[in-house]
Structure formats: structure tokens, C-alpha cells
Nanobody, 123 residues
Framework: QVELVESGGALVQAGGSLRLSCAAS????????MGWFRQAPGKEREFVAA????????YYADSVKGRFTITRDNADDKVYLQMNSLKPEDTAVYYC????????????????WGQGTQVTVST
């Protein structure tokens, strides 16, 4: 059974930083591209960042470029999202997802999803 478990969400002031983690189990982690998506109240889920199986290809939404960094540890079956210079508009539930294809990573056609972790950025 595949499981993706996010952690690290919290309430933080604008300008602050958070590091989200996603622990994967039940799949060959190094064979999967990993993505982070988010969904704010009343809005559709949107792409945040994605990383290929090897880490050689990384993609970011324009809204987070230069502030967020996605990394992965294939030895530990984890993917991370370092979020700096947080803004109130970053407030959302953040989801990690796994996809066994290397392309179209910015679309939400992923094979597995976690339950999400709440990030709230106050002014």
C-alpha cells in the first residue's frame, strides 16, 4: 500500500520560512517524480514544484520561483519543500504527490497523493 505523509506545516509570520517533508512508503521511490501542490480555501489545487526521479529536472510555479526549493533524498524516500520569504498568499494545504512519468509534472495527473499539511502565513 502506497502512502505519502506530509509534515512540517505550521502557522508562520510573513517573511518567515518553513520546511515541508513528505515521507513515502510502499513504492519504489527512486522511480517516481515527486511534486508539491497546494490548495487555498475556495480555490483550485495548483502546482507548486516538482522534481524528477534523479533530481536532475526541477520545475517551479512562477509564484514561488526564487523563494521555494524542492529537493529529494532517494536513500530515505523523502521529498522536501523549503519555503522562504513566505507571503500570506502562500496560505494553503500543501500536498505531495508521486508520478511514475517524467513529463507534464506541472499537471496534477499524479498516481499517488498525500493527505496534506496546512501552511498558514499571517501578516
Amino acid at each position: 500500500q502506497v502512502e505519502l505523509v506530509e509534515s512540517g506545516g505550521a502557522l508562520v509570520q510573513a517573511g518567515g520560512s518553513l520546511r515541508l517533508s513528505c515521507a513515502a512508503s510502499g513504492l519504489s521511490f527512486s522511480n517516481y517524480a515527486m511534486g508539491w501542490f497546494r490548495q487555498a480555501p475556495g480555490k483550485e489545487r495548483e502546482f507548486v514544484a516538482a522534481i524528477s526521479w534523479s533530481g536532475g529536472r526541477i520545475y517551479y510555479a512562477d509564484s514561488v520561483k526564487g523563494r521555494f526549493t524542492i529537493t529529494r533524498d532517494n536513500a530515505d524516500d523523502k521529498v522536501y519543500l523549503q519555503m522562504n520569504s513566505l507571503k500570506p498568499e502562500d496560505t494553503a494545504v500543501y500536498y505531495c504527490a508521486a508520478r511514475n512519468k517524467w513529463y507534464d509534472l506541472e499537471f496534477d495527473d499524479y498516481d499517488y497523493w498525500g493527505q496534506g499539511t496546512q501552511v498558514t502565513v499571517s501578516t
